[in-house]
Structures are given as C-alpha cells and as structure tokens.
C-alpha cells in the first residue's frame, strides 16, 4: 500500500500554537500496512521527517524543510483482565484525553491526574507527560514500536526499558528518531486508590462536594476543572501548554534559594534533588501577563506562553528566551522548554 504524499502542505491546523507554516511534504499514517513503502518513498529517505501526534508540543519557527507524517493510527483494545487489573492498549495516534476518559467509563482507574492534557497516546510515553504527582510511567506496561531502521520491524519495550525520566525517556535520547511509537500498553486497576495530595485537587474536590472518598471520574473532573480555570483551550488560543519544565536542583542550590525566597514553591525528589516551581519563579520574575505583540505571558498560567493571534514563531521564540534570561539572572536556575522548537 502506498501512502498519498502531499506537496507544500499547510500546517496551521496541525500545531497548537496556530503557526502559518507549511511542509515541504506532507502525509497522514493511519494503517501500519503503509509504513514500509512510506519508509521507502524518496521524501522520506532524503528527509528531513518529523513525526506528528496532536502537534500540542511543537512551536516552528519557519516552514519545515521535510517530510511530515501525521500518526492517524486508531483502536483500543483489552489484552488481559484479571477482574482487577486490566491491560489495555491503545494506538498511537488515539487522543489522550479522550483515551483517558474512556478507561474511566470503563472503571479503569489510574489515569485520571492526567485528564485534559492535548495531545496523542503516542506522545505520552516520549515525553512521559504529568500532572498532579501521576506521570504516564506510574501506569504504563509496554510501548509497541517500529524499528525505522528495519522497515518498520515491531518491537516492544517494558516500562524499564523506557528510562523514564522527568518528562524524558529512551525515546528523546538514545533512540530517538529510530523508533515510532505506534501503541501503547495501560496497566488499569478497578480498585481506586486515589492520588489527591498534590496541587490544588483536593480544594477543588470540596468545592464539588465530593466527600473524603472521591471516585476516579470525581478527581478526573477535578483536575479538569483545574486545568480549564488555569490553561487557555488552543482552540481559542494558540499555546503548547507548558511551556517550561519545572527545574530540578540540588538540595545546595534549593537551601540557598530558600533563604532568599521562603515562598517558593519545592518538592523534594527520591535522588535527593530539589524540583522547583516554574511558573512561580516567572510570576514572582514579574512577567505573569506580559506581552510583546501578539507573543504574551498567560494572565492565569505563567507557565503558558500564548499566541494571541499573529505572533510568528520566531517571536514566540524570542518571548521564551526574555523569560529565561529574566528567570537566570534573578534566581541563577536554568528554565528548559518543553516543546520541540523546529
């Protein structure tokens, strides 16, 4: 089967951020049965190749110069159930949130922490995305892969083989651009255990009258709650969701911060590091809300940057750097964005 490539293909309605950039090639992956000619056809071996789930983590900066593979791979499906634990899997190009939500309608627990954040199932893992003390590791089995370099060969990786890190994982580092994620395997309980104790869920659980035994859908609205009174929809305007990672110090570096800045948000790592609060280093830096045309600070989110309508990538690219310069020579910490800047 062969895959239907597009020349100079917009990409506005691809990215979140809403950037009027185009490929140079362009094609949509929803059936494996496609991937080896499509890993033959000239645009994908003369790259340039950039791999596209929901495009929730991604700012260009100008037109991409290669081949962009949107992932389109769909299904769910329960590979073992015990009356407990389930293992369910999902393929890649499934909307997270969505995905989410239907283990819940199911009485699946475990992701609920991380409702409402954008993107695909596939993306998950590389980034090992989190919120609200639950990272997709605490819960994931395997990845179901393609070896790029084998004509699109399966391989699955266990969680241990992963190397997951602090949004970071073997995809990002020692095999990134060789394998495409193309499902990935849930372990679900039926039995809730509820994780509550971090940020503001379990205020926001009072508010909704929940008691002192939420269930999973409870905390799920929740955080969604939450994360809709803080984050902007992309669909109105245009952002990638956080746009730092919280930085992670030694406890050297967070005792003297401390001393002069008792207020600061800090969490305690198992390795003995030190993770700090982003947003609350660029809100106290005084640039919660600021705007340099149509490139801006979120009013509510400092985590956020927005396009507020005709900002180009560069700009966007420009604001983030002013809030990292401001962040370092106010507090001396590092801020490492979390999207891939192209």
Same mark, same amino acid.
């Given at each position: 089967?062969? !895959?239907?490539?597009?020349?100079?293909?917009?990409?506005?309605?691809?990215?979140?951020?809403?950037m !009027?950039?185009?490929?140079?090639?362009?094609?949509?992956?929803?059936?494996?049965?496609?991937?080896?000619?499509?890993?033959?056809?000239a645009?994908?071996?003369?790259g340039? $190749?950039?791999?596209?789930g929901?495009?929730?983590?991604?700012l260009?900066?100008r037109?991409?110069?290669?081949?962009?593979i949107?992932?389109?791979?769909?299904?769910?499906?329960?590979l073992?159930?015990?009356?407990?634990?389930?293992?369910v899997?999902?393929?890649?190009?499934?909307?997270?949130h969505?995905?989410?939500?239907?283990?819940?309608?199911?009485?699946?627990? &475990?992701?609920?922490n991380?409702?409402l954040?954008p993107?695909?199932?596939?993306?998950?893992p590389?980034?090992?995305?989190?919120?609200?003390?639950?990272?997709?590791? %605490?819960?994931?089995?395997?990845?179901?892969c393609?070896?790029?370099?084998?004509a699109?060969?399966?391989?699955?990786?266990?969680?241990?083989?992963?190397?997951?890190?602090?949004?970071?994982?073997?995809?990002?580092?020692?095999?990134?651009?060789?394998?495409?994620?193309?499902?990935?395997?849930?372990?679900?309980?039926? @039995?809730?255990?509820?994780?509550?104790?971090?940020g503001?869920?379990?205020?926001?659980?009072?508010?909704?009258?929940? &008691? %002192?035994?939420?269930?999973?859908?409870?905390?799920?609205?929740?955080?969604?709650?939450?994360?809709?009174?803080?984050?902007?929809?992309?669909?109105?305007?245009?952002?990638?969701?956080?746009?730092?990672?919280?930085p992670v110090?030694?406890?050297?570096?967070?005792g003297?911060?401390?001393?002069?800045?008792?207020?600061?948000?800090?969490?305690?790592q198992?390795?003995? @590091?030190?993770?700090?609060?982003?947003?609350?280093l660029?809100?106290?830096?005084?640039?919660?809300?600021?705007?340099?045309g %149509?490139?801006?600070?979120?009013?509510?989110?400092?985590?956020?940057?927005?396009?507020y309508?005709?900002?180009? &990538? @560069?700009?966007?690219?420009?604001?983030?750097?002013?809030?990292?310069d401001?962040?370092?020579?106010?507090?001396g910490?590092e801020?490492?964005?979390?999207?891939? $800047?192209?």
């Open positions: 089967m062969n !895959p239907v490539i597009h020349p100079n293909y917009p990409l506005r309605e691809l990215n979140t951020f809403g !009027p950039v185009h490929a140079a090639n362009f094609c949509v992956l929803a059936d494996l049965a496609e991937l080896p000619a499509l890993l033959a056809s645009a994908f071996r003369h340039p $190749v950039l791999w596209l929901g495009g929730s983590n991604l260009f900066t037109d991409y110069p290669g081949l962009v949107k992932v389109a791979l769909k299904g769910i499906r329960v073992a159930d015990d009356g407990d634990n389930v293992l899997e999902a393929a890649a190009g499934e909307n997270w969505d995905f989410v939500q239907y283990t819940l309608t199911q009485g699946w627990s &475990g992701l609920e991380l409702s954040i993107g695909t199932v596939g993306a998950s590389i980034q090992n995305i989190g919120a609200y003390g639950v990272e997709v590791k %605490d819960h994931l089995a395997q990845v179901v393609a070896d790029l370099q084998q699109g060969r399966e391989v699955v990786l266990d969680n241990a083989d992963c190397h997951f890190a602090y949004r970071d994982s073997v995809f990002k580092q020692a095999l990134a651009g060789r394998l495409l994620v193309t499902a990935v395997r849930f372990r679900l309980q039926r @039995s809730f255990r509820p994780r509550i104790g971090y503001d869920i379990q205020q926001q659980l009072q508010a909704m009258g929940a &008691g %002192d035994a939420p269930s999973a859908q409870q905390v799920s609205a929740a955080v969604i709650a939450i994360r809709q009174s803080k984050l902007p929809n992309p669909a109105e305007l245009g952002n990638a969701g956080s746009f730092f990672k919280n110090v030694s406890q050297r570096e967070a003297a911060l401390l001393a002069r800045f008792p207020a600061l948000p800090h969490y305690p198992p390795d003995g @590091s030190v993770k700090l609060a982003a947003g609350w660029i809100d106290q830096a005084g640039l919660k809300g600021y705007r340099d %149509d490139a801006g600070v979120h009013a509510r989110q400092a985590l956020v940057l927005v396009n309508g005709h900002a180009s &990538g @560069s700009q966007m690219w420009a604001l983030a750097q002013k809030v990292r401001t962040v370092r020579a106010r507090y910490v801020l490492e964005p979390e999207p891939i $800047v192209l």
